[in-house]
Structures are given as C-alpha cells and as structure tokens.
Nanobody
Framework: QVQLVESGGKLVQTGDSLKLSCAAS????????MAWFRQAPGKEREFVAR????????YYAESVKGRFTISRDNAKNTVYLQMNSLKPEDTAVYYC????????????WGQGTQVTVSS
C-alpha cells in the first residue's frame, strides 16, 4: 500500500480558491490511479476526481467539473486538487486515495483534510 498525507484544507469564503495536496510515499506510484473523494456531514463519501499517474488522464464528478482540477507532480510524488469558485456545498472532509492500475479498488487512503466554505 501507499502512504498518503493530505494538507491544505481550511475555512474559506464562497467564491474563493483553495489547493489541496496529497503526498504519496512507500511505493512507486507510476502505475497507480490517484483520486480525491469527499464526505460532507451526514452524507456518504463521494468521488470528486481522479488522475492516472502515468498518462495524466483525468476524470471529474459532474458537480465539480469546470471548477476543480486534479494534477500531479512526478518529482514530488504529490497529487493536487485545485478548487476554484468554491461553494458552501463543497464543504466536506477531502480524502486522497490510491489504487494500483485502473480497475482495482482504492486500497490506500489518507486521513482527510477539512474544507469549509462559508456563505
């Protein structure tokens, strides 16, 4: 498994931007798929975005498409989530996840970072 550590969450206002980071360690993630999920209070965890490390191919949930951008830095073994035009409904704990390849379950998870968007 890969060890994942998220950072960057904080309290922001509606319309603000925020960038989350997820540092990966423990294994080479060149063949991995990395993703961001989020969980709002009282709701189930939901998918936000994913990136295939080797190709850079990305995919987004409809609710964030056009506002969020997932990217990776090979040298730093880090995945980012740039969030723009934040809305109160984006308030959640954001989790970084990793899985080997493209079809297996996500089997590595970070501890989460809180993002709160005030109206």
């Amino acid at each position: 498994q890969v060890q994942l550590v998220e950072s960057g969450g904080k309290l922001v206002q509606t319309g603000d931007s925020l960038k989350l980071s997820c540092a990966a360690s423990g294994r080479t993630v060149g063949s991995y798929t990395m993703a961001w999920f989020r969980q709002a209070p009282g709701k189930e965890r939901e998918f936000v975005a994913r990136i295939r490390w080797n190709s850079g191919d990305t995919y987004y949930a409809e609710s964030v498409k056009g506002r969020f951008t997932i990217s990776r830095d090979n040298a730093k073994n880090t995945v980012y989530l740039q969030m723009n035009s934040l809305k109160p409904e984006d308030t959640a704990v954001y989790y970084c996840a990793a899985r080997p390849g493209t079809l297996s379950p996500y089997n590595s998870w970070g501890q989460g970072t809180q993002v709160t968007v005030s109206s």
